[in-house]
C-alpha cells in the first residue's frame, strides 16, 4: 500500500491559481487510480477530480470543471490538481487518495472507493 504526500497548498486571491502535488511512496504507482477531495469545514468530504491509471480517463465535479485538471506522472510517482481562476468557495483542506485497481481506464469519483489517503494540504482563497 502505498503512502500519500500532498503539497502545494496556501493562500491565494480569488482568480489565482495553485497546483498540488500528491507524491507516492511504497508501492507501484502506476497500478493506482487516484482522485483528489476536498473537506470544508463543517462539511462532508467531496469528490473534486480523479484520473485512471494510465490517465486515458479523467472525471471532476461539476463546480470546478473548466477550472482545475488533474494529470499524473507515473515515472515521477505523482499526482497533480492545477487548479485556475480559484473562488472563495473553493476554500477546504484538500486530500489525494489512491485505490489499486487493475483496471487501466476506470476512474473512481466517489470516496467510499478509496482506502489510502493522504494527509490533506490547506487551500484557502481570499476575496
Known amino acids: 500500500q502505498v503512502d500519500l504526500v500532498e503539497s502545494g497548498g496556501g493562500l491565494v486571491q480569488a482568480g489565482g491559481s495553485l497546483r498540488l502535488s500528491c507524491t507516492a511512496s511504497g508501492g507501484a504507482f502506476s497500478s493506482y487510480a487516484m482522485g483528489w477531495f476536498l473537506q470544508a469545514p463543517g462539511k462532508e468530504r467531496e469528490f473534486v477530480a480523479s484520473?485512471?491509471?494510465?490517465?486515458?480517463?479523467?472525471s471532476s465535479s461539476d463546480s470546478v470543471k473548466g477550472r482545475f485538471t488533474i494529470s499524473r506522472r507515473n515515472a515521477e510517482n505523482t499526482v497533480y490538481l492545477q487548479m485556475n481562476n480559484l473562488k472563495p468557495e473553493d476554500t477546504a483542506v484538500y486530500y489525494c487518495a489512491a485505490v489499486k485497481t487493475t483496471t487501466l481506464v476506470i476512474v473512481r469519483t466517489t470516496a467510499r472507493e478509496y482506502d489510502t489517503w493522504g494527509q490533506g494540504t490547506q487551500v484557502t482563497v481570499s476575496s
Open positions: 484520473i485512471s491509471r494510465n490517465a486515458y480517463g479523467t
